[in-house]
């Protein structure tokens, strides 16, 4: 049983580290993160979902409906957070153009 759910971790892993590379290279403002974060934060999502799902006694029977919504649940919330965090980058950015073009127009 361990190693089955050791086996079920690895392919936890390595699914959503595609899915987070997948999201990263397709959604556009990829300038304004780092190359490890999108894909890291799919995995760290996709590995306590997962987590969670073992601890809550998922049955064997609903193994690859358990699959499936995790990694729908994992692009998903992986498209929002890319997103959330480029606009809230380029919100920032734009303030700190703004701000420092009014420091020089002071001058």
Same mark, same amino acid.
């Given at each position: 049983? +361990? *190693?089955? +759910?050791f086996i079920d971790l690895v392919i936890v892993f390595a699914a959503a580290l595609a899915i987070g590379t997948i999201?990263?290279?397709s $959604?556009?403002?990829r300038v304004k993160h780092g190359l490890l974060l999108v894909p890291a934060f799919a995995v760290v999502f =996709?590995? $306590?979902v997962w987590e969670i799902?073992?601890?809550a006694g998922m049955p064997n029977d609903w193994k690859q409906l358990a699959w499936l919504v995790l990694f729908v649940l994992t692009a998903g919330a992986t498209v929002?957070?890319?997103l959330w965090l480029t606009r809230r980058r380029t919100a920032? *950015? *734009?303030a700190a153009?703004? =701000?420092s073009l009014a420091g020089i127009r002071a001058l």
């Open positions: 049983m +361990l *190693d089955a +759910l999201v990263r290279y $959604i556009p403002g =996709a590995v $306590i799902s073992v601890w929002w957070f890319t920032q *950015d *734009d153009l703004a =701000a």
